[in-house]
């Protein structure tokens, strides 16, 4: 009744313990800390063992969720959320981590990169409007200083953007953008197929499925649309505006050699999609294939003719995602930003070339923690409010 699970850390002190081991960058960094703030000398080993444990506990809490989920009846309503969200958005992206097989002795073997698969669930303020609110281009995606860090080999400065500081000069009106209310986090090692069924679980529990407005945001791997396809079908497909913008730059590159005509012929294109004119960038494209002639089989990837094939494959696929007045008319977002910050704060714990997590219960633990700690919510201290302690009694002697 009281959390105890046999171990000498009540159970606030344990939470202390597996927060300060999902937060900081380490676990030794973490037993430092743990001393200098609360006095509690603990290994870095001891402390690894018990966020693993805890994440794991938190991996069977979503598991039977989502086994709940896959078994229900089809006549089962979706959940009604008291508030309902104005905009429910979901996002989906994929990270890296570096995991090692486990059961080979100390030290790190067979080391290796895996994907993790991430999703963010964001409660939205938003409003619709009668036109387009942002018919034009903003600067922060027509400036080379702006872009610049996005672009690989774009310069910041350049004598020949003289426009472009002008329209910097100005700042454009961004009040149409949704707002984010809420976020809750879902992470795992899973495959595509496994996480799928837990987002469309976790969704239902936040009452998505029955907002007036829904929105769906990812890049152009196919998972994420085959997840939309099967479990979000009733969401709004929306490609990420970035995406495109960099599949634009590298033809661009590839087809012109001064950078300056590049770049301006990447802005050009860019413009035409903010518009949602895709359908003439990938005539344009096309033209310019012809003229080139279709790549090789053993083409390199830098061939201008693959580049090229590629990004006319990549458009067209995905042209029924790139609506976007249509979307700012609707007060939906354009752009996956707040799914690529949640990875980056999720890869600052467990993306490291010096870090190798082990596959499986490990490696898993460990997303989990972290995404509990992201939540908007306070998952981690929620679970061990509810968290039974040690079922067994320890005999005594009469």
């Not at 960094?29 to 743990?34: D, I, Y």
């Not at 986090?185 to 529990?205: N, W």
Request: net charge negative; glycine share 8%; proline share 5%.
């Amino acid at each position: 009744m009281l959390g105890i699970d046999g171990r000498k850390y009540s159970p606030a002190m344990l939470e202390a313990i597996v927060t300060t081991g999902g937060l900081c960058n380490s676990f030794p960094s973490a037993a430092k800390l743990m001393s200098k703030l609360v006095n509690v000398n603990i290994s870095a080993k001891q402390l690894n063992l018990m966020t693993t444990l805890v994440g794991s506990e938190l991996q069977e809490v979503r598991d039977a969720r989502t086994e709940a989920w896959r078994n229900r009846l089809l006549t089962q309503p979706k959940t009604v959320a008291d508030p309902v969200p104005q905009l429910a958005c979901v996002q989906s992206d994929g990270g890296r981590m570096q995991t090692r097989t486990v059961g080979r002795g100390s030290g790190v073997h067979d080391p290796h990169w895996r994907e993790t698969k991430n999703a963010g669930f964001f409660r939205m303020a938003t409003q619709t409007h009668q036109d387009d609110p942002c018919p034009e281009l903003p600067n922060c995606f027509s400036t080379r200083k702006n872009m610049g860090q996005l672009l690989a080999g774009l310069q910041e400065e350049d004598a020949g953007e003289v426009d472009g500081h002008d329209r910097q000069q100005q700042k454009p009106d961004l009040s149409w953008r949704p707002k984010r209310l809420f976020r809750s986090c879902l992470a795992s090692l899973c495959s595509s197929d496994e996480f799928g069924v837990m987002m469309a679980a976790e969704a239902d529990q936040r009452g998505f499925f029955t907002a007036p407005r829904r929105a769906f945001l990812g890049d152009g791997l196919a998972y994420n649309w085959s997840i939309h396809r099967d479990h979000f079908s009733t969401f709004v497909p929306i490609l990420d505006f970035i995406h495109p913008i960099e599949r634009l730059y590298e033809v661009s590159r590839a087809v012109h050699s001064d950078a300056d005509v590049a770049w301006q012929q990447t802005t050009q294109w860019i413009e035409e999609c903010w518009k949602g004119n895709v359908e003439e960038v990938i005539g344009i494209l096309q033209a310019k294939q012809i003229a080139i002639g279709e790549p090789p089989v053993d083409a390199d990837e830098t061939d201008k003719r693959k580049v090229i094939a590629e990004t006319i494959g990549y458009l067209t696929n995905n042209a029924e995602r790139m609506h976007y007045p249509s979307y700012r008319q609707q007060g939906l977002p354009i752009t996956s930003c707040l799914i690529e910050s949640q990875i980056k704060e999720m890869n600052q714990r467990v993306k490291g070339t010096e870090k190798f997590w082990n596959d499986g219960v490990e490696g898993e633990a460990i997303l989990q923690i972290k995404a509990a700690l992201l939540c908007d919510e306070d998952r981690l201290g929620t679970h061990f409010q509810s968290r039974p302690g040690n079922p067994y009694d320890r005999t005594t002697p009469k």
